[in-house]
């Protein structure tokens, strides 16, 4: 591509994909004033929060796992009369209001899809769309997702009967008149399983192996708001203290089928779920351990049981892939981006959207957002702490586990404790003598990012 003739570089930053990500990333550029083009392949902002986006993985069940307290954008905040967990309508809206709110949606290039990058050898990037067009710009921001490629493991033995990825799921009605077994027991999982309870003729969830499953209210508060409002103990201490609550809470996973944990509290991704125990509980869905083998609709678990079922939904999570530009992110699985935003081999090259952490995503989508709006703004300016921060990138792995011990699954992999990346972004933001502040829609100017 990059031996025909270029186009005049824009001088500017591309922003690939308009969901929660790109809107946070769109928002901090204008605010700085930094010109960018936004390109994304729906005809409408929201990401995979609009359930009529093609390849969304979302549902019609699903809600917030955050609450809508500490969830919202900064100087944006979720409207009072949403609920502690909104569903996903409410999301979409919320997100559509924070675009039009910024000006941000008049400037996005809709029903356009980015088929690659390139890095030139002057350092400026070609963005090539799926119709052939391309534009040169100084950097490009990509903000895809990690939730549109799913992980599909391979069932043992010979299942007959269906087999989907929970990805194509929309509908507790897909259910109706079928023996489902449900396979993984993340978030998504758990509200799926909890529809085949309800819809289902027969609902069963397979985990491999044991999980901490915290309700969604604590004391009547959200979870994430009372742990907030509470001492900030010693990560050990914390799961000690949190992991025998729990179990006063809500007793002890065995009761109910469960295996029990393998791991301590906080050391794989929070499961944020009420309504699964209470289907249990009621003997409305059972569990069972993980699969060993298949022999027609007939599936034989781990621990000698054996049953039939009609569908299996695979619940088995997704791979962070990013098509447009996978040789310059690296692992398939996890980026390797320094703060897990900046990419230390490509100069002009940064990712928003591809965090893994144990709490809500968009204050973080803000902080590197604004990060990467700071630094671009001190290379445009000639400031030192761009150089500075540039060496930093390069240089620096610092540890972001919160003094939690992760799991060794693919899942984990580049995991960081959201505590410990927040603290050490805004050290960062000291020590640069830049601001993390998002300002309210009143303070950006209506020209501010355009090109």
């Known amino acids: 591509m990059s031996t025909v003739a270029l186009p005049e570089n824009r001088h500017d930053t591309c922003i690939i994909g308009a969901g929660p990500a790109g809107l946070a990333v769109a928002r901090a550029l204008k605010q700085h004033g930094r010109p960018y083009t936004q390109i994304e392949r729906h005809t409408a902002t929201g990401g995979v929060w609009d359930i009529d986006a093609p390849g969304t993985p979302m549902y019609e069940s699903a809600h917030f796992i955050s609450s809508r307290t500490l969830s919202g954008f900064g100087g944006f905040p979720m409207p009072d009369h949403y609920a502690d967990y909104p569903p996903h309508r409410d999301i979409l809206a919320y997100l559509r209001s924070f675009a039009d709110a910024y000006g941000l949606t008049e400037a996005i290039e809709f029903g356009v899809s980015v088929a690659r990058i390139e890095k030139l050898e002057d350092g400026s990037w070609l963005v090539e769309r799926e119709g052939g067009e391309t534009t040169r710009h100084d950097s490009v921001i990509s903000c895809t997702g990690a ?33 489902v077994l449900v396979v993984g027991a993340g978030n998504s999982g758990c509200d799926i399983a909890c529809d085949a309870a309800r819809s289902a003729d027969r609902a069963v969830i397979s985990m491999r192996r044991g999980y901490w499953f915290i309700p969604k209210h604590i004391f009547g508060m959200p979870v994430d708001v009372f742990a907030e409002g509470g001492p900030h103990l010693p990560k050990r201490v914390e799961q000690a203290v949190f992991g025998r609550m729990l179990r006063l809470l809500v007793g002890k996973p065995e009761r109910l089928g469960l295996q029990k944990p393998d791991h301590r509290l906080f050391e794989t991704h929070p499961v944020l779920n009420s309504m699964l125990w209470h289907h249990l509980q009621h003997g409305d869905i059972e569990a069972r351990p993980g699969i060993k083998t298949t022999a027609g609709k007939t599936v034989t678990f781990t621990d000698g049981r054996s049953e039939d079922f009609d569908l299996i939904l695979l619940a088995t999570g997704y791979r962070h892939l990013v098509p447009h530009g996978q040789e310059y992110f690296g692992d398939p699985q996890h980026p390797d981006l320094y703060l897990s935003s900046f990419s230390r081999e490509h100069d002009g090259l940064y990712g928003v959207g591809y965090v893994e952490t144990n709490s809500g995503a968009y204050q973080l989508f803000d902080l590197q957002a604004q990060l990467i709006a700071n630094y671009l703004s001190a290379r445009a300016h000639g400031n030192e702490s761009a150089s500075r921060f540039r060496q930093l990138i390069l240089t620096e792995r610092p540890d972001l586990s919160g003094g939690v011990k992760f799991d060794k699954s693919p899942r984990h992999r580049g995991y960081v404790d959201s505590h410990a990346l927040t603290t050490h972004l805004r050290k960062l933001y000291q020590r640069m003598g830049w601001s993390p502040e998002s300002t309210p829609p009143s303070a950006v100017p209506a020209t501010a990012g355009k090109r």
């Open 147 to 179: 939730q549109w490629f799913p992980n599909i493991p391979e069932i043992p033995g010979n299942f007959t009967g269906e087999v989907r990825h929970t990805l194509s799921y929309r509908s507790p009605h897909e259910l109706e008149g079928k023996r």
